[in-house]
């Protein structure tokens, strides 16, 4: 065990942890955008636009994660392309940062509309049919009495997809983005120091994904003593 190959090469690994971040959060952030209005989609059962979207909901949910940044890597500039050319010519060339928040995005847009669905029906359907018959729209029924409860239903579920795009950031080194893993081989590769550079970036993501639960659950309990203090 090299010890001073890991001493040395854990402020490297360090100094490409931002854009495992990046790549996690914002992916995070877009597919929960995302993933509200895949859930109110299918929530709302609309003819046509329904059955899609749980279509397209179980392909990326059964789909495993590196397969579809794949897919996003080749295909999305071949869309852009037709769309821009009618389908003449080879593709264009986008960002690999880009590509991995997208297929990020839409991987967590899947799984997250599904725990918002979860959320919203483990809320008791007759506190709103209560609320209507008080005279609430149905608007300020779901803001003020199932909204405040779906939250903290759904920051468990949440947390843990988040730390799963955490460590999935890993396989985006497959693409060309240089993340922590990717930096962990770069390192190794030169005097086969692998497992040093491996225990390096094990450490730092459990230490991050630790971070993150933890914050998660302070968050979790902040708002469970909100709303039902």
């Known amino acids: 065990m090299d010890f001073n190959f890991m001493i040395n090469s854990f402020p490297k690994l360090l100094s490409v942890l931002p854009i495992t971040l990046f790549i996690s959060i914002l ?5 929960l955008v995302l993933a509200v ?20 909901v179980s392909l990326f949910r059964g789909i495993p994660i590196i397969v579809q940044i794949y897919i996003v890597y080749y295909g999305l500039p071949r869309l852009l392309y037709y769309f821009v050319q009618h389908g003449k ?25 599904e725990s918002i669905r979860s959320a919203y029906h483990s809320v008791d359907r007759s506190q709103y049919d209560a609320a209507i018959a008080v005279g609430l729209t149905p608007y300020e029924a779901v803001k003020r009495i199932v909204f405040p409860q779906l939250v903290p239903n759904f920051i468990p579920n949440f947390s843990n997809i988040f730390l799963d795009l955490i460590k999935d950031t890993a396989l985006v080194y497959n693409i060309g983005i240089i993340e922590v893993m990717g930096k962990a081989n ?25 971070i993150f639960a933890k914050l998660l659950l302070i968050l979790e309990a902040k708002i469970k003593q909100r709303v039902f203090a």
């Open 27 to 31: 992916g995070a952030l877009l597919g």
């Open 37 to 56: 209005g895949v859930a109110i989609g299918r929530e709302k059962r609309i003819p046509v636009l329904s059955p899609i979207l749980s279509l397209l």
């Open 89 to 113: 010519g080879s593709g264009l060339v986008l960002p690999s940062m880009l590509i991995g928040v997208v297929a990020f995005a839409l991987n967590a847009a899947a799984n997250l509309s």
């Open 186 to 210: 770069i390192l190794a590769s030169f005097g086969f120091n692998y497992l040093e550079a491996y225990l390096d970036a094990l450490v730092i993501y459990l230490v991050v994904c630790f």
